[in-house]
């Protein structure tokens, strides 16, 4: 029963930092690669960040790079996501995902995860 939960939405001011959690279970963490993606109303879902649990490798969208961090802690089974700078075109519902890889390749592309957990939402405020 593989379960991905995501935590750690709220409201923030442009400008404000805000850290995002994806709580894992269900499966191997060491063998999977898990992403975050957001979707704004009106808007296609966009990769966001990804990480490969494996190897620590990390992967970012163009548009976060610099502003945004994804990391993992092994123990609790947990995939963070720090966001810092946020801007209004951030708000969206964040959701993380997994798919069994030891390699991120590719994996800013949606179509290669398995398993998706609910989302989180993000609101800022200008």
């Known amino acids: 029963d593989v379960q991905l939960q995501a935590s750690g939405g709220g409201l923030v001011q442009t400008g404000g930092s805000l850290t995002l959690s994806c709580a894992a279970s269900g499966f191997s963490f060491d063998d999977y690669v898990v992403g975050w993606f957001r979707q704004a109303p009106g808007r296609e879902r966009e990769a966001v960040s990804c990480i490969s649990i494996s190897d620590g490798l990390t992967y970012y969208a163009d548009f976060v790079k610099g502003r945004f961090t994804i990391s993992s802690d092994d123990g609790k089974g947990t995939v963070y996501l720090r966001m810092n700078s946020l801007k209004p075109e951030d708000a969206a519902d964040y959701s993380c995902?997994?798919?069994?890889?030891?390699?991120?390749?590719?994996?800013?592309?949606?179509?290669?995860?398995?398993?998706w957990g609910q989302g989180t939402l993000v609101t800022v405020s200008s």
């Open positions: 995902a997994a798919f069994g890889s030891t390699s991120g390749s590719y994996c800013l592309f949606a179509r290669l995860y398995d398993y």
